[in-house]
């Protein structure tokens, strides 16, 4: 499963982390994520918890902030946010959009003991 692979990156993190900063315990874990990163949040929960049993991220609560797809407008000559792929211009309706961002995948803060 692919997402079990992206919580074993999560885990080595806070690992590195956990040595660098020098805390034994991660009590919250806060990721983001964008719509296009193919993750499945619900599989990444699962997989979450299965990695963090027995180390210092055991019991750590998940918690996935979802990022807009960042694109930028041709037409408009502009930044814009669209909901999912393919969608429209927000201010204009012109497709000529591209997408620019939405694949993100970083932890965005973690509480620690
Ligand atoms: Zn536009």
Redesign the pocket.
């Known amino acids: 499963m692919h997402e079990m692979s992206i919580c074993e990156s999560i885990i080595n993190v806070i690992e590195q982390q956990a040595v660098a900063q020098s805390f034994s315990k991660v009590k919250r874990v806060r990721l983001e994520i964008g719509p296009l990163a193919g993750v499945e949040l619900e599989a990444l929960r699962f997989s979450f918890d299965v990695v963090c049993k027995g180390g210092l991220a055991e019991g750590a609560a998940l918690e996935v902030i979802e990022l807009p797809i960042d694109a930028w407008?041709?037409?408009?000559?502009?930044k814009?946010v669209v909901k999912q792929r393919f969608d429209?211009?927000?201010?204009?309706?012109?497709y000529?959009?591209q997408i620019t961002g939405g694949d993100e995948l970083r932890i965005k803060e973690m509480e620690v003991d």
């Open positions: 407008c041709m037409m408009c000559a502009e814009t429209p211009c927000p201010t204009c309706g012109s000529q959009v």
